[in-house]
């Protein structure tokens, strides 16, 4: 998705829900009042020669029959749909399902069309109430076609798009698509050798005088935060207010409590309720919480759909690892695409050059949104442990960031398959599977411990290490202090296996 077209359907993300009821208006006000403007105007006897008045009156039973079957035909499937995603739910989870009539494009133009030719149906018979003797031939001769068209392509072609769009496959593709559109938009720039391995949130100097701003919203969760408009007014308000430092103190997506939860924490020279009042306003404009997260900013929603999809797969109660299966794949290419990609993001990156501090989720941290708790659930499962250990081994190749590297290994060597897949373990019956299954995950460990250094070996080959190992760094900040460490760790790998 380009990102002009991404901009555009986040500002309708949570306005689609109501694209059916517009294309309903459209059509029974304007398309409706347009056709009846030519009904008033155009005198069909006197240009086809025919009793207009009569055709229409013959016509209002067979228009009224196709508006029965249209209702009969929308009202019994949406049942049939409303019960379907009920009985799925329990795979899904109704947060995941939630938005599947309300936030999709076709949906909701299928309902549109459905009720607007119901409505261009009924409309001119309204009409004819109060004109007895005119004939609305033109605006019922439209509808008739469009429920009849409505009948012979709308309606097979939404059953089709539902039986397509409602499988596993369809609904993990479709959470992928989004985070990936959203990475795209949120951090624009690839990892390059020079640029800072790390990154590390900014903590807020308390011995200062700060300033703290709550939130004025209703409990919910912190949607997304409009940076360019609140860049521009902090920086309006510098020499009004005095800040030095501003900070973000929630992630979005985080759950956000009236009146408690800290939004901002600005550093002034001097508080006073003027300077309160007056952030307190920008907040309001700058920040959106909604009672639903939303992938907007927020790519670790999309992370916790897939996760809970899986998680549910590998239940007892649904037994499905096959779903848990292409959970894990569709994870592991958000974190090919991110793994390339510098943090923090964009924005966060421009903001920090006026101190203006975001909150932000980093590298490791997502990592472990992706696959902690599904290994946590599946790590008996060894088809589980297995595609886990092959989707990190095949990013393996793609990282050129060294700490991506470090974080990754460490993810898997922390998973302690070495202790847990053992043969003694197999001998005395702790585990519960084949020794075939054993041998299979001993040797993908292998396979993605070989494939760690022989990619540790291409970056320290193209001289990677060389740039974050420089004695001249070791006494700088932290994150210089955490490049060495990062390059420490890998050359301690490098020797140890």
Known sequence: MSTFKSKIYQQLEHKIKHLGTVMSSVYALFLGAFLLCLDFQIDLNKYFSINSLEIYTRLIPVSNVLVSIVI????????????????????????????????????????????????????????????????????????????????????????????????????????????LDEIDLLYTEKWEKGN?????????????????????????????????????????LKEETYWSIVYQKPVIGEFIMKDTTILLQIIVDQISENQKEIFEKLVSKTFKVNRFRSHTQDI???????????????????????TCLNCIDQLGEILKVLS??????????????????????????FVDFCFDQI??????????????????????????????????????EEMELSSIYTLENYESRNLKISKEKLNTIQKELQGFREKALKQIEVLKKRGVFEIYSQDKRVNKSMIFDSEIETINYLNEYLKSI
């Open 72 to 179: 009969g035909i929308s009202l019994t499937t949406f049942s049939v749909l409303f019960v379907v995603m009920q009985l799925a739910s329990s795979q899904f989870s109704p947060r995941i399902l939630r938005h599947f009539l309300a936030n999709d494009f076709k949906i909701q133009a299928f309902i549109g069309f459905f009720v607007g030719t119901v409505a261009l149906c009924i409309l001119p018979q309204i009409i004819s109430v109060f004109y007895t003797k005119q004939s609305f031939l033109i605006t019922l001769l439209v509808g008739t076609f469009l429920a009849i068209r409505g009948l012979v392509w709308s309606y097979p072609s939404m059953i089709t798009y539902l039986s397509v769009n409602m499988n596993v496959s369809s609904i993990t593709d479709h959470i992928k698509k989004e985070v």
């Open 196 to 236: 800072d391995l790390t990154y590390q949130r900014e903590l807020c100097f308390i011995e200062k005088k700060v300033l703290k701003i709550v939130s004025p919203f209703q409990s919910g969760y912190l949607e997304s935060i409009d940076y360019t408009q609140l860049k521009k007014n902090l920086l309006e």
């Open 300 to 322: 670790n929603f999309g992370v916790r759909k897939l996760v809970d999809i899986g998680i549910k797969a590998i239940s007892p109660a649904v037994n499905d690892p096959t």
């Open 340 to 365: 390339e990609r510098q943090f923090p993001s964009t924005d966060a990156r421009q903001l920090i050059q006026s101190n203006i501090h975001i909150n932000e989720f980093n590298y490791d941290e």
């Open 375 to 412: 290994y946590q659930w599946g790590k008996e499962d060894p088809t589980i442990v297995k595609r886990i250990l092959r989707t990190i081994r095949v990013i393996l190749p793609t990282i050129q960031n060294p700490y991506y590297l470090k974080v990754l290994i460490q993810q898997v």
